[in-house]
T-cell receptor, first 113, second 115 residues
Framework: KQEVTQIPAALSVPEGENLVLNCSFTDSAIYNLQWFRQDPGKGLTSLLLIQSSQREQTSGRLNASLDKSSGRSTLYIAASQPGDSATYLCAAYNAGNNRKLIWGLGTSLAVNP | NAGVMQNPRHLVRRRGQEARLRCSPMKGHSHVYWYRQLPEEGLKFMVYLQKENIIDESGMPKERFSAEFPKEGPSILRIQQVVRGDSAAYFC?????????????FGEGSWLTVV
C-alpha cells in the first residue's frame, strides 16, 4: 500500500532563503509525482508534474526532482518570498491506478519578510 | 477558459439533512474526480467518473454517499443524512482524458460544515 510522507510538517524561514521540501513514498511503482500548493481556504494549484520517465521539472524559482529507486522527491524553492507562504502537498500517481492520487499531509511554509 | 467550478463554496447542514455538492469540469474535460480533505488529515480519493459512468468508487463510504456525472450538467456528490464527521473540504478535479502525461485540475473546493 502506497504511503506518502512529507518532511518537515512546518517550516518558517526569512525571505530570500533557498529551501527544500521533502516527499517520500513507500512503493517505487509510481507513475508520476505531482507537487501542489494550497492556500488557506483555497483549492489546489498544480506546481509541477514529474512523469515517471523524468527526473526533474523546473518552473521559475521551483525545481522538483524525482528518484523512484530511493522513493523520494524534493521541491526546491529558490529565493523564497512572502507570497510563497502556503501548504505544499506532494501526491503520487500509482501505476495503473486510474489517477487515484495518494497524498502527503503537506509542509506548511511561512516566509517572513 | 474557466477552471473547474465548484458550488457551493461553503455549505452548512444540520445533522440528518442532505448535502449536494456540484462540480463543473473544465471545458473539454470528460473525467471528474472527487477528493475529501478532513480536518488535520490528508486528501483522500473518493470517486472517479466519466460521463454517465462511475469508473472507480473505491474511496466512497459504503453508505449515504453517492456521485454522478450525467450526460448533461455538472457532476454531483450527494451526502444523505449528514453527520458531524462529514464536515470536510470536498475537492473536485477534472482532466481531458486518461493520460498520465497531463496534470489534473482542481476546483476551489466546497467546505461542508455539519452542525
Amino acid at each position: 500500500k502506497q504511503e506518502v510522507t512529507q518532511i518537515p510538517a512546518a517550516l518558517s524561514v526569512p525571505e530570500g532563503e533557498n529551501l527544500v521540501l521533502n516527499c517520500s513514498f513507500t512503493d517505487s511503482a509510481i507513475y508520476n509525482l505531482q507537487w501542489f500548493r494550497q492556500d488557506p481556504g483555497k483549492g489546489l494549484t498544480s506546481l509541477l508534474l514529474i512523469q515517471s520517465s523524468q527526473r526533474e521539472q523546473t518552473s521559475g524559482r521551483l525545481n522538483a526532482s524525482l528518484d523512484k529507486s530511493s522513493g523520494r522527491s524534493t521541491l526546491y524553492i529558490a529565493a523564497s518570498q512572502p507570497g510563497d507562504s502556503a501548504t505544499y502537498l506532494c501526491a503520487a500517481y500509482n501505476a495503473g491506478n486510474n489517477r487515484k492520487l495518494i497524498w502527503g499531509l503537506g509542509t506548511s511554509l511561512a516566509v517572513n519578510p | 477558459n474557466a477552471g473547474v467550478m465548484q458550488n457551493p463554496r461553503h455549505l452548512v447542514r444540520r445533522r440528518g439533512q442532505e448535502a449536494r455538492l456540484r462540480c463543473s469540469p473544465m471545458k473539454g474535460h470528460s473525467h471528474v474526480y472527487w477528493y475529501r480533505q478532513l480536518p488535520e488529515e490528508g486528501l483522500k480519493f473518493m470517486v472517479y467518473l466519466q460521463k454517465e459512468n462511475i469508473i472507480d468508487e473505491s474511496g466512497m463510504p459504503k453508505e449515504r454517499f453517492s456521485a454522478e456525472f450525467p450526460k448533461e450538467g455538472p457532476s454531483i456528490l450527494r451526502i444523505q443524512q449528514v453527520v458531524r464527521g462529514d464536515s470536510a473540504a470536498y475537492f473536485c478535479a477534472s482532466s481531458p482524458r486518461l493520460d498520465f502525461g497531463n496534470t489534473i485540475y482542481f476546483g476551489e473546493g466546497s467546505w461542508l460544515t455539519v452542525v
